[in-house]
């Protein structure tokens, strides 16, 4: 079996190579930083980290199942320990014997069945240069948020403008009039920090957001939800009404109601930024109208003048090393079967590109186990491949939503439901197992005898 190659080593290029590994796939990481932890190192090139971030759900519900995370680790670890545990879990399992970092992947080909890759080293005595191979197959790893979407101001800001993608450090507000726009996880984030530094704080929004406290009764939110199992619809209308029990209306605060039911959009789990709000450290404002100087008008009519605006606007897919159309890419996003399996390949999986409530690594680890499961079970030539492979032809356009009305927006385009996405996941991977060879009874298998 020729090897597989995976591009990038953040948790999901590690859990990737991590099963390919397990099940006696031969394969060969690369990454471009000197390092693990992708996005969660905030010194890797590709990191769009920033000082304050920690982690958005509890570590339990997001923790690998194989590798949990230190007992003395808080609910909500700070983006340095996850780094750590990216590297502990990379020790614990022998990836970094199977990467080659400061390694960037410059194009990705498709040659006969094969891939043909050209890889660039960007660090060292060998900076430049190149190397062109032939793999076996693709595991795209590189992450969906490190891409910035930028939309274009109405109007010339004669201030600084920014996107969160280059946050780092909040210093860079000290006594400045500061507008953010938008209002995502990372954007409250922000918004806080910037209360804290700014001569002023304002906010743009140009929907509602449903709001969640990080703990209930002292135990992380996500954490007694998910032990509950619930129909979505029960558990959509419970979710919003604990939100309005916890913290209110966001109307309350000056913030617009949101017009669609909770989960179709990523809720905010952050009620600090509700506490400044309520204090007058942050300022609510509508939709951007126009720009003139430092002169903002919203569509409200008021108007403020800035210093700064910081774009929280979220980020791209963003795949510069592939063409799309060997994507199969169709209006915001690549159409895939999970969001992972080609309709006509056999060889070329996108890692990572899912996003769902309550997911966390070890939901994404499961996804590359099935991976594993198939290209293994294809070389086998089993029966349970064969009825993998048509399945995912047939059923490539179907999202796995379990009937939620996700918002037509670029960055819910790769949105799943979690328990349906997790129920596909586990019946497909069992229906593999079932079939393996009587030969396969331990974890590993060489690569010799998965040829």
């Given at each position: 079996?020729?090897?597989?190659?995976?591009?990038?080593a953040g948790p999901m290029g590690l859990c990737s190579v991590r099963n390919l590994h397990k099940h006696g796939i031969p394969c060969v990481g690369f990454e471009i930083h000197s390092d693990v932890?992708?996005?969660?190192?905030?010194?890797?090139?590709?990191?769009?980290m920033y000082e304050s971030a920690h982690l958005i759900s509890s570590k339990k519900m997001t923790e690998f199942a194989e590798f949990p995370m230190p007992e003395h680790v808080a609910h909500f670890p700070h983006h340095s320990e996850l780094?750590?545990?990216?590297?502990?879990?990379?020790?614990?399992?022998?990836?970094?014997?199977?990467?080659?970092?400061?390694?960037?992947?410059?194009?990705?080909?498709?040659?006969?069945?094969?891939?043909?890759?050209?890889?660039?080293?960007?660090?060292g005595a060998r900076k430049g240069e190149e190397q062109v191979r032939l793999f076996g197959g693709l595991l795209i790893?590189?992450?969906?948020?490190?891409?910035?979407?930028?939309?274009?101001?109405?109007?010339?800001?004669?201030?600084?403008?920014?996107?969160?993608?280059?946050?780092?450090?909040?210093?860079?507000?000290?006594g400045k009039r500061v507008l953010l726009v938008g209002c995502g996880n990372s954007g409250a984030d922000i918004a806080v920090d910037a209360a804290h530094r700014a001569a002023s704080v304002d906010i743009s929004l140009r929907r509602g957001?449903?709001?969640?406290?990080?703990?209930?009764g002292g135990k992380p939110t996500d954490?007694?939800?998910?032990?509950?199992?619930?129909p979505r619809l029960v558990q959509q209308r419970i979710s919003a009404a604990l939100s309005r029990f916890m913290l209110g209306k966001p109307s309350q605060y000056g913030l617009p109601e949101p017009d669609y039911k909770m989960f179709e959009s990523h809720p905010v789990v952050n009620s600090l930024i509700l506490h400044h709000i309520g204090h007058g450290d942050i300022q609510p404002r509508g939709d951007i109208a126009s720009i003139d100087g430092h002169t903002v008008t919203f569509k409200d009519?008021?108007?403020?003048?800035?210093?700064?605006?910081?774009?929280?606007?979220?980020?791209?897919?963003?795949?510069?090393?592939?063409?799309?159309?060997?994507?199969?890419?169709?209006?915001?996003?690549?159409?895939?079967?999970?969001?992972?399996?080609?309709?006509?390949?056999?060889?070329?999986?996108?890692?990572?590109?899912?996003?769902?409530?309550?997911?966390?690594?070890?939901?994404?680890?499961?996804?590359?186990?099935?991976?594993?499961?198939?290209?293994?079970?294809?070389?086998?030539?089993?029966?349970?491949?064969?009825r993998f492979k048509a399945v995912k032809h047939e059923r490539a356009s179907v999202?796995?939503?379990?009937?939620?009305?996700?918002?037509?927006?670029?960055?819910?385009a790769y949105y799943v439901h979690k328990d349906t996405y997790l129920k596909a996941l586990r019946g497909h991977s069992a229906d593999l197992r079932r079939d393996l060879p009587a030969r396969d009874t331990g974890e590993f298998v060489s690569s010799a005898g998965a040829a």
């Open positions: 079996m020729k090897p597989y190659a995976v591009i990038g932890g992708g996005l969660w190192d905030i010194d890797s090139p590709t990191s769009t780094r750590d545990y990216f590297r502990a879990y990379a020790r614990e399992f022998g990836l970094y014997d199977l990467y080659e970092f400061n390694t960037e992947v410059v194009r990705c080909e498709r040659v006969g069945d094969d891939w043909q890759i050209v890889t660039r080293i960007v660090d790893a590189n992450g969906t948020l490190h891409h910035p979407n930028q939309p274009q101001l109405p109007g010339d800001f004669a201030g600084e403008v920014l996107h969160s993608s280059e946050y780092r450090d909040p210093a860079i507000f000290d957001y449903y709001f969640l406290p990080k703990f209930i954490a007694v939800g998910g032990k509950i199992k619930l009519g008021r108007s403020g003048d800035y210093d700064l605006i910081l774009l929280a606007t979220g980020y791209k897919l963003h795949y510069p090393f592939i063409d799309d159309a060997q994507l199969n890419w169709q209006g915001f996003a690549p159409r895939l079967y999970l969001n992972v399996f080609h309709p006509e390949y056999d060889n070329l999986f996108l890692m990572g590109m899912v996003e769902a409530a309550g997911l966390g690594w070890e939901g994404r680890n499961e996804q590359a186990e099935l991976v594993a499961l198939y290209i293994r079970q294809l070389s086998y030539g089993a029966e349970a491949a064969r999202r796995a939503d379990g009937g939620m009305k996700y918002l037509q927006l670029e960055r819910m």
